[in-house]
């Protein structure tokens, strides 16, 4: 069974730095077509952060860019979100997703959730 484990969440000051990781594990992955992050603050919608996929290259939100890098090392099935300049609106739960995802045992294409990580900027 694929997971996506994330780490690298935590409470900074407005200002600082935070590194994401989150890594796709389980089974034997044969190919992943694209990663993302997501974040939720509040309400039911999860705003797309950041992606970088095999057929559109990287791209961010608006509110993000200049600020957060997104960076896949395929070797390894990471994804890493390199956030500075941290402002408190950018406070939330921070979700990675994997878009088409095959592993060997399975033959299909499918899409996988982790768990999210809490970000908090707060003085």
């Known amino acids: 069974q694929v997971q996506l484990v994330e780490a690298g969440g935590g409470l900074v000051q407005p200002g600082e730095s935070l590194r994401l990781s989150c890594t796709a594990s389980?089974?034997?992955?044969?190919?992943?077509?694209?990663m993302q992050w997501y974040r939720q603050s509040s309400g039911p919608q999860r705003e797309l952060v950041a992606s970088?996929?095999?057929?559109?290259?990287?791209s961010y939100a608006d509110s993000v860019k200049g600020r957060f890098t997104i960076t896949r090392d395929s070797a390894k099935n990471t994804v890493y979100l390199q956030m500075n300049s941290l402002k408190p609106e950018d406070t939330a739960v921070y979700y990675c997703?994997?878009?088409?995802?095959?592993?060997?045992?399975?033959?299909?294409?499918?899409?996988?959730w982790g768990q999210g990580t809490q970000v908090t900027v707060s003085s």
């Open positions: 970088d996929s095999d057929h559109a290259g990287t």
């Open positions: 997703h994997a878009g088409g995802l095959v592993t060997r045992e399975a033959m299909l294409s499918r899409d996988y």
């Open positions: 389980g089974g034997t992955i044969i190919h992943i077509q694209g």
